[in-house]
């Protein structure tokens, strides 16, 4: 059974709009600033290339665009919290149901696409190499991303000597140093 579409005001547009659960949005029957009286009727969206829905809104002849998905959290769940985003639990930003919408961090949101699989990184399967990223190929760094246990392997090998080479050099100065600094002391006393 699904939820029933609800309606309430838009913060701000009191009287003029109002906003439903289900993310459609009604211009109220008013005067226009014409003086010329206007019907209640639906705004029809108009869509960004991010996919996300968007309506011009109107208050003493200033135009405001607002997207839908963020009329409905203003609305339902309360204002924008500092440092906060409209998030779609499914992804599809077209789909500006209540049920569907929340405030959350930029951190979470790209969580989600992760989740839905929608994230360009996740659906990867392969390394750049083209090792497949399976459970026991796949190291996962602290900061969250992905890395090849093949190519990790084979760097480290291929850059073995350099390594013990630089260690080597790096050892040297430092006898040197203890040595100058010995020698200096030695002079001194």
């Known amino acids: 059974m699904s939820e029933v579409e609800t309606w309430k005001p838009i913060p701000g ?6 906003v439903s659960s289900y993310g459609r949005v009604l211009s109220m029957g008013r005067k226009d600033t014409r003086g010329r ?6 705004l029809k969206p108009r869509f960004a290339r991010s996919g996300h829905s968007a309506v011009a809104l109107y208050v003493n002849g200033t135009r405001r665009d607002a997207l839908i998905h963020h009329l409905v959290l203003e609305s339902f ?13 499914n992804d599809d930003p077209s789909d500006n149901s209540l049920g569907n919408l929340r405030w959350d961090t930029r951190s979470a949101n790209i969580l989600d696409s992760v989740r839905n699989g929608t994230h360009g990184m996740a659906r990867r399967t392969h390394c750049p190499q083209g090792h497949e990223y399976t459970g026991e190929n796949t190291y996962i760094h ?30 040297q100065r430092v006898r040197a140093m203890r040595a100058a600094k010995s020698t200096e002391l030695g002079k001194v006393a």
Not at 13 to 18: D, H, T
């Open 37 to 42: 009286r206007r019907g209640e009727r639906e």
């Open 13 to 18: 547009y009191e009287g003029s709009y109002k």
């Open 142 to 171: 602290p900061s969250g991303s992905r890395m090849c246990n093949t190519c990790r392997r084979e760097y480290r090998e291929a850059h073995y000597e350099q390594r013990r080479a630089s260690g080597r050099l790096y050892m």
């Open 77 to 89: 769940v309360g204002p924008r919290p500092d440092g906060m985003e409209g998030c779609h639990w």
